[in-house]
């Protein structure tokens, strides 16, 4: 997992933003509100102004973050999250967090998607960075949407080349698991547990299909 954490921070800029012109008409125009799923703009990141309200732009049925200085959509999208499930006879490859959020639990190797780069790419780089690992990419399997932190996860089935690998600065160590190994109570993330979880009973079966899912944010107990 990247430096940002899986469940740290939310929403970019994916489009650019783009001026509303002069006969855009706002459907509701509320200065200073809170997006219900963005990350709050304070700021316009075109001219600086802080007058930034929460409207509808003529022709949208969305609220966006605008600038009422320079006139500028801010449109925030989900971010991508790319990794793999990497194999290596029978077992496979973990590695734990060095860093927050979830320091010292395991996770698969997987990072936010940097622009320029293709989903393969991204998740051959993390495990480079992450395991010091060589990995051959394979099928897509699983694709989780955490829609309500604007994150979409996308873990790729895996084979190392070689076991020559090697925690990077991000993990403390790096290994490989049996499936009875699986250390379940120390995983970093859901995600992870459900791509683990999957894995082990689609390869009973011996395949493994592209897995589709949505993960809700836990309810809160009081
Ligand atoms: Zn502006």
Redesign the pocket.
Known sequence: MGKHGQYQGAGSSARSAKSIGATAAALIVVPGARHPHNPRMNF?S????DRIALRVPDGDNMPRYT?D????IHYQNPKVVVGCLPEWDGQVLLCRRAIEPRHGLWTLPAGFLENGESVVAGARRETDEEAGARVEIGELYTLISLAQIGQVFMMFRARLTDIDFAPGPESLDVRLFREEEIPWEELAFRTVARTLRTYFLDRKQGRFPLRVSVLERKPVHR
């Open positions: 316009c075109h001219c600086g102004s600038c200085a320079c006139r500028a």
